[in-house]
């Protein structure tokens, strides 16, 4: 079966920092970039950051970019994303996916996706 496990979501101040990681499992890696979406309450889905499996090039959104990092550790699977300087509008729920191809995260974040997990809340307090 295909799993991709988020974790590391929870409470933080404003400014803080949260480190989330997500394990595949059940799929070929190779050709596919992983990464993350989130959604927030009341607003729709938008992509947050991407890594490829190729060459580890990595992608982030606008709203995101400066703040957060993705990196990959391809010998256990998982992916990680260091979230620094938090803010309130980071709120959402956080999923783990897999796309086919780099996606346009800023505009068109589904195209391409063909796996994504539960997610995990991710809370910045004002």
């Known amino acids: 079966d295909v799993q991709l496990q988020a974790s590391g979501g929870g409470l933080v101040q404003a400014g803080g920092s949260l480190r989330l990681s997500c394990a595949a499992s059940?799929?070929?890696?190779?050709?596919?970039?992983i990464g993350w979406f989130r959604q927030a309450p009341g607003k729709e889905r938008e992509g947050v950051s991407c890594i490829t499996s190729t060459d580890g090039t990595t992608y982030y959104g606008d709203s995101v970019k400066g703040r957060f990092t993705i990196s990959s550790d391809n010998a256990k699977n998982t992916v990680s994303l260091q979230m620094n300087s938090l803010k309130p509008e980071d709120t959402a729920v956080y999923y783990c996916?897999?796309?086919?191809?780099?996606?346009?995260?800023?505009?068109?974040?589904?195209?391409?996706?063909?796996?994504w997990g539960k997610g995990t809340q991710v809370t910045v307090s004002s």
């Open positions: 996916a897999a796309w086919r191809r780099v996606p346009d995260l800023n505009d068109d974040y589904d195209d391409g996706i063909e796996y």
């Open positions: 059940g799929f070929t890696r190779d050709g596919h970039a």
